[in-house]
């Protein structure tokens, strides 16, 4: 996963969501918390965690660096899972099928915090099955030792084993790890919430005593409990995810593709492998078996978003990209159960090859699967795979803007490029920005009052104006008084005389009306044609 997660790591461009990364934890303390009481609460750990990592190099590998060690640690945790679930070579295959998800690649190429969630999903299932199962299984070898399945010879069925439900009382520092873990991965995000109804789904299924029940009710009261401030002040800060829609089938087939594979050479057989591993019951009563486990973790986290977003717009995919590790799980068990349906077939002949041969079909199995998937795995390292590149913005406005010209932002947060790579916009005037982002406690500063933006508008011949495509169409009508003073000005006193068109940006140079008489015609330089979609997201 890490190799594989370093190979393009600096594309050479941030977009917007990671430059809010950059810019935000490269603050001083008291000035993140000051901008927390406003916008982004929910990132608010996020921004403090990645404060010291900035603070030793500003750049956009070290940016990344945190996502890229954090998806490694889950591709670890989802082998540890199905080693500890089934067998060693369950958890191999299971754990190098996660690593060469496209999508697990492209967050672990992203300065936001889905990454570090996964991973801390990914660790507060594994203590679950440490708190509700003793270190060896009634009537097992010892779980995470290789002998986690029954001892029948290879071929028999089931082909993989469970953690049952300790006859003796357990340890109460593992529910304590868990609850910690959990609460600390809420705390990054809060829909990582909804891995709690994932885990009770578990041990539903599991059909555990009383004693379990009591003592991880306990433990998810309090994760809730820690989340819940978070809420309230999220909450209030719901307008940042206003511009969600209610997601429709199209959402649903590309989390599917998301999660099982991008083309259909993959998605096809590892669904069948994921049928393959359902085909047997999912839980004996007391057992922690891996479909009890993964199943929920796949289905209930991402089914609960999409139900609620149907009336409440909630859903994006990468908000519950921890729910991924539940498929490679299931279909590394699959295989285990094809391999021993292959092996029922062929009698004892397959007996002397088990330990290897097999092992090294499943990990050819999976380099099958990343060959098939590397075209999109190269074309993700491109940074016009993003919504957008604030640096190709700076750099175009670098080459076309002069020391001393006017700039007008438009609206407010198209300064973004500007914030995330000032040095294209260096020695030209905002006209309209009277306090930094970092001084007034917002991401992209206060601006001056209506009243003195015309003020100071009313003194320019030109003026280069960077906005966001929407904003240039007909129709828009901004809701804040000064950028409707912006609009008006523009459209009555300006007219274009040079438009260059960068995806998800617009640079426009405005002259006035009466400068403009006679001169040529508007030039338009466009800009990268748009890349087809990316697996990842929409």
Sequence with gaps: MFVIGLWGIDRGGMWRDEAVTFQVARRSLPQIWQLLHSVDAVHGLYYLLMHPVLAVHPGEVALRLPSLCAAAVTAGLVGALGARLARPRVGLWAGLLYAVTPVVGHFAQEGRSYAVVSAGVAGSTWLLLRAAGPGACVGCGPVGAGRAVPRAPFGGLPLWGGCAVPRAPFGGWCWGFYGGVAGGTVLLHEFAVLVLLAHAGTLALARVSRAVWWAWGRAAGGVVLVVLPLGVVS?????????????????????????????????????????????????????????????????????????VSRHWPLFDDRYVLYALAGAPLLAAAGAERLAGAAALLWGGRTRHVDTYAVTC?????????????????????????????????????????????????????????????????????????????????????????????RRRLDGLDRVWVV????????????????????????????????????????????????????????????????????????
């Design 467 to 538: 906005a966001e495509p929407y904003a240039l169409r007909p129709g828009w009508y901004p809701p804040v008084p000064a950028e409707q003073v912006k609009l008006a000005l523009l459209n009555g006193e300006f007219v274009p005389r040079a438009e260059y068109v960068r995806k998800a940006s617009v640079m426009r140079l405005y002259v006035r009306r009466s400068a403009a008489a006679g001169a040529a015609p508007v030039t338009r330089s466009p800009g990268s044609p748009p890349a087809p979609p990316r697996p990842a997201r929409p």
């Design 235 to 307: 909450h209030g800060q719901a307008g940042q995810v206003a511009w969600l829609r209610a997601p429709g089938g199209e959402a649903v087939e590309g989390l599917l593709r998301a999660f099982a594979g991008p083309t259909l050479l993959v998605l096809g057989p590892y669904l069948l492998l994921i049928v393959l591993a359902l085909g047997a019951p999912l839980a004996r009563r007391g057992e922690l078996s891996l479909p009890a486990v993964a199943l929920p973790l796949l289905l209930v986290p991402p089914a609960t978003l999409l139900a």
């Design 361 to 453: 079909l499943g990990v050819f199995g999976v380099a099958l699967a990343f060959v098939a998937q590397l075209p999109v795995l190269r074309a993700d390292r491109d940074p016009d795979r993003r919504p957008d590149n604030l640096a190709a913005v700076s750099a175009a406005a670098a080459r076309r803007m002069s020391h001393g010209d006017p700039v007008l932002f438009l609206p407010a947060l198209a300064r973004r490029a500007a914030v995330a790579y000032p040095k294209g916009f260096r020695g030209t005037a905002d006209i309209a920005l009277r306090e930094p982002g970092a001084v007034s406690g917002t991401l992209y500063g206060r601006e001056t009052g209506p009243a003195e933006l």
